[in-house]
């Protein structure tokens, strides 16, 4: 029977962009997210914008516009890094919103109804150079606990220990730098305290937490009474004013994460769904994934206001580490501190999102970006391993299609469906990186079935059409169950391999069984090497300089262009000849596959004036004819074993001659004066021009 799921990840502050430290978890979420739809369980993903604070009302202030222009423009920028990395939300919300106003407002009666809240003078951090109390984050000091320093106001990012701002040791005001006074108000707390039974039963025994998360709870805070939980902030601050204490808002943690909740009522009161049926149902599984950091309010404060006021409990809260990038913190300086936008910008998503899925497991261990590992695991695996199945494979049945029967394979094909088991099990544990090497081991064992059947060789024996089509049947039917297998991770990769073969992939049973008879589209290019330059390029966009050091280097650079130009002062003699061509665009120029090519045959064609024949090599026995309009320039016997950058994928053209299958690029007006291009030393025949 199908399991119902409703599916959170943390909200993200609406103070800043998202950046690939963000991205762990959302790609981790929406990977967990689509096995589970896959499956054919009714599984739910809901998130939203976190938006109070005071973070927010000062930088609106700054920016001299109201905190509801901001956070809707903000929110515009989050969905859309999110919607290019391919993460879809059921329901993407905001806690500035009408619904989670009232969902808090109920809780807060729930709260108030059983006693657990109760008023306390308070002590306050106070910034005279700003003229305001500050919010926890807007003090960094020494962990009063641990003497880690440089610490937030609320909780130590190094020992876990929650404290109010005024317990730090040496505290400034990250706003202005002073070092702030104290004062006092009155503040509205809940009496956690009075929670203590529960909330020991549920981390200890309800399995809702990782065994080591349970332990440190134990450890650190169940031993000892808990602490009040300080749940308003008084005027000004941008948030919902609490109903029953004018002057008083709650606290941001407080609506923050009934925003998974207002989420689902959004949802609900679109599709038709009842809430109930998801918040308050003995049948739904609700699963929260989030970072180590904010392990305290979703394991301790938020079960606590759920049982309190009848809601469901976690069924698990699926905990995460920090990102390091080449085995350090993201440094802004250093370019490592990198944005999504940046990213995306030079890279293609899928990149990460496999990456990111060969890192993480169900622990908690922080997990690193080594630019390099990145470049090599992407272009090993999914270019070297997976896509090139297809690549070498699916051209040579374009015109057949898949044999009518399932070709022997020496037991390939079912070896990988038992296989499946074992994968949907990792991925349900959230084991990524054990999925994604067990489905690199089948890979590893589909290729060399290609490698010594050697389509590219049958395909030159007519004798052999129907042995080659029964490998290249064998080499997609291993290449789709690699697919399937990936689909969380890669859904662009299923979507492209279904149209290849003509039948979405929808479910991951479809794995069991093999596609036999069916058409086989053209073969369209699926993913590109990763190449180091555009990594570096990344990085380089991402370093923030700053001061007297940004306007010495931007001087350097301008004064370096200056050299550039005077030194090479080209004539504009050509492009006045033959001016610019109409603009056009990315789509349009990417479906001009320019390859590396070498000339392994070249001869004159009698009776034309212009043309030599050329057949050009493309690797793996693949070749074309063409004939160029180069003859007055070049000697044919000269041209023999030259590499070229030919146009590969331009349609066959008929001539007097001959068939003409592509194009060798020259540049040049004509006649004696026609240069053909060659690459660049390195390069490889058959590698694409980018």
């Known amino acids: 029977m199908p399991r119902r799921l409703l599916v959170t990840a943390a909200l993200p502050y609406a103070n800043g962009p998202i950046h690939l430290g963000h991205l762990v978890e959302y790609l981790q979420t929406d990977i967990w997210v689509r096995f589970q739809k896959l499956m054919g369980n009714d599984c739910r993903y809901f998130c939203a914008d976190d938006t109070h604070g005071t973070a927010i009302m000062l930088r609106a202030r700054q920016e001299g516009r109201s905190e509801e222009d901001l956070i809707a423009q903000v929110q515009q920028e989050h969905e859309q890094d999110f919607a290019d990395f391919g993460i879809e939300f059921d329901n993407y919300g905001s806690t500035n919103s009408p619904e989670n106003r009232e969902i808090c407002a109920k809780i807060w009666t729930s709260l108030r109804d059983k006693g657990l809240v109760k008023e306390k003078q308070v002590s306050q951090l106070y910034d005279p150079e700003e003229g305001i109390f500050l919010a926890d984050r807007f003090v960094r000091g020494t962990c009063p606990k641990c003497d880690a320093p440089d610490q937030p106001g609320d909780n130590c990012s190094s ?266 099990a990792a991925y349900e544990a959230c084991d990524y990186s054990r999925a994604m090497r067990l489905i690199m081991a089948l890979a590893d064992r589909a290729n060399p079935y290609v490698e010594e059947a050697k389509p590219w060789e049958l395909r030159k024996d007519e004798a052999q059409a129907e042995r080659l089509q029964d490998v290249c049947t064998v080499a997609l039917n291993l290449f789709r169950q690699l697919a399937i297998y990936l689909t969380p991770v890669l859904p662009q990769l299923a979507k492209q391999t279904g149209q290849l073969l003509g039948e979405p992939i929808t479910r991951w049973s479809q794995a069991q069984t093999p596609l036999v008879g069916t058409p086989v589209n053209q073969f369209k290019h699926m993913l590109q090497r990763v190449e180091p330059k555009k990594v570096n390029a990344m990085i380089e966009d991402s370093k923030e300089e700053t001061g007297e050091g940004a306007a010495a280097a931007s001087e350097s650079q301008e004064s370096k262009s200056q050299e550039f130009v005077d030194k090479w002062n080209d004539p504009g003699d050509s492009l006045e000849a033959e001016p610019l061509a109409d603009e056009c665009t990315f789509d349009d120029f990417m479906k001009v596959d320019l390859r590396v090519a070498r000339i392994v045959e070249a001869e004159q064609v009698p009776d034309a004036r212009k043309l030599l024949r050329l057949k050009l090599s493309l690797g793996g026995g693949v070749y074309k004819q063409v004939f160029a309009g180069i003859k007055a320039a070049y000697d044919p016997e000269k041209l023999v074993g030259r590499q070229v950058v030919c146009v590969a994928n331009l349609a066959p053209r008929k001539m007097k001659f001959g068939v003409s299958e592509g194009m060798v690029v020259a540049s040049g007006p004509g006649g004696e004066e026609i240069f053909v291009l060659s690459p660049d030393e390195g390069a490889k025949v058959g590698q694409r021009v980018h």
């Not at 005001?173 to 002073?178: E, I, M, N, P, Q």
């Not at 070092?179 to 025994?205: D, N, R, V």
């Not at 699926?318 to 940046?342: N, P, Q, W, Y």
């Not at 090993?380 to 090139?388: A, C, F, I, M």
Request: aromatic content about 14%; proline content about 5%; some cysteine.
């Open 159 to 424: 020992c876990g220990t929650t404290y109010s701002p005024v317990d730090l040791i040496d505290p400034k005001s990250t706003l202005s730098g002073a070092t702030p006074e104290e004062g006092s108000a009155l503040h509205l707390f809940i009496e956690l305290e009075q929670l203590h039974s529960f909330l020991e039963e549920w981390t200890q025994k309800s399995g809702a937490l990782q065994p080591e998360i349970a332990n440190y709870l134990k450890g650190h805070f169940l031993g000892d009474a808990l602490r009040d939980w300080d749940i308003s902030r008084p005027s000004p601050y941008f948030g919902f004013e609490i109903p029953d204490y004018p002057g008083n808002y709650w606290y941001v943690w407080f609506d923050a994460p009934i925003g998974y909740m207002a989420s689902t009522q959004q949802w609900c009161d679109r599709t038709g769904e009842k809430f109930d049926d998801w918040w308050r149902s003995t049948d739904c599984e609700v699963h929260h994934f989030i970072g180590k950091d904010i392990t305290y309010f979703h394991t301790l404060f938020w079960p606590g206001m759920l049982k309190v006021a009848g809601y469901s409990l976690p069924t698990k809260v699926h905990i995460h580490g920090f990102l390091t990038v080449d085995g350090e913190k993201m440094s802004k300086s250093k370019g490592t501190f990198v944005r999504a936008r940046s990213y995306l910008d030079h890279l293609d998503p899928a990149y990460l999102r496999y990456f990111y899925a060969s890192k993480l497991s169900s622990k908690i261990d922080d997990i690193d970006l080594s630019l390099e590992e990145f470049i090599t695991k992407v272009n090993t695996d999914l270019v070297g391993k997976v896509v090139n199945l297809a690549s070498r494979s699916a051209k040579f049945v374009r015109k057949t299609g898949l044999s009518a029967e399932y070709p022997d394979d020496g037991g390939l094909f079912q070896q990988a469906a038992e296989a499946g088991e074992e994968i949907a």
